[in-house]
């Protein structure tokens, strides 16, 4: 089984174990910090219609994609 890590702390995810999250992430208001898949540092880039963020090893994630499902 794949780790999957927690993509605003950067810390694994344990199933049965509720992290607190903050308000900005339950808002929407903030991007991911850090790639699910790795636990990698993205790069992160903010812009008045939305963000990108690029993992070194997994590409890129842009939040108009992810408003289309």
Known sequence: M?????P??????VPGLDEPIARAVEMGLEPPRFCAHCGRRMVVQIDPDGWWATCSRHGRI????LERR
């Open 2 to 6: 794949d780790a999957r890590y927690n």
């Open 8 to 13: 605003f702390t950067g810390r694994p995810i």
């Open 62 to 65: 842009d939040s108009t994609r």
